[in-house]
C-alpha cells in the first residue's frame, strides 16, 4: 500500500511540475493563428520553413500565459496545507519560479517548432501524424530549456544550485516521458472532439 501511495505521488508531482510546458503547449490551440513564424516562406526544398501551424502569437503568448498560470500553482505550494503536506514541488523561489516556468514553456514550442521544421524536410504536412515525436517534441524542448535556465540561474547566484534538477529526479524525468504521448493523445482526441483541432492527433 505504502508502495502504491509512493509511485502515485511521484506520478502526480512528475505531471504537476510539467504543467508549464502542457500549458504553453496546449494554449496555442486557443489562442494561436495569425502570422506564421516562417512568414510564409519556403525552404531550398520547395516546401514551408515551419508551416502555418507555427504562429508568433503562439509561440509568444502560449509561454506567457502558462508563466501567469502557474502563479497560481505555486502559490498553492507556498500556501496551502495541502502543498506542504503532501511535499509538492514548485518552480523555485520567488520571482525565479517565473522565469522557470516562462523558460519550460518557450521550450515546449521551440521543441514542438523544430519538430515542425523537421517535419517539413522529411515530405511531412502540416497536422500530418508523426508518432512518437508529435508527442515528444515538446517534453524533449522543455526540460532542455528548463534545465539550462536552472544553471543559469544557479551560477549567478540567483538560487543556491540548480533548482530544476533538484526537483526533476531521475523517476520524475521517467514518468514524464513514459506518460505524456498517452496524454497527449487523449487531450489532443478531446480537442477534436470539442471541435478546437481539425485532427485527432
Ligand atoms: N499553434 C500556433 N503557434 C505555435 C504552435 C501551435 O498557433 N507556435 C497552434 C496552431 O493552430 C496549430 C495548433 O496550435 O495548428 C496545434 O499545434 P501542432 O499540433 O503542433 O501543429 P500542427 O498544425 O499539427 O502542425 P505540424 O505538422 O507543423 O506539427
Ligand atoms: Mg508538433
Redesign the pocket.
Known sequence: MALAADVGLIILTSLWLMLPAYLA?ML??L????TP?DMGRTWKDGKRI??????????LV?PLLAAALTFFLQWLVDNTAWGRSYGFPGWGPSPWWFVLAYMMGLGA?AG??L??FI??RTG?????K?FPW?QL?FIIGSLALGVLTGAILAATGATSGNHFLAVFTGPRLLVIVLLTPGLHLLV?WIGYKLGL???PW
Open positions: 503547449n496555442p490551440v489562442v494561436g493563428g495569425g513564424i515551419l508551416g502555418d501551424g507555427k504562429t508568433w502569437r503562439g509561440l502560449g514550442l514542438d517548432a519538430e515542425s517535419k517539413r511531412r504536412d502540416r497536422g500530418e508523426w508529435d517534441d489532443n483541432k481539425s485532427v
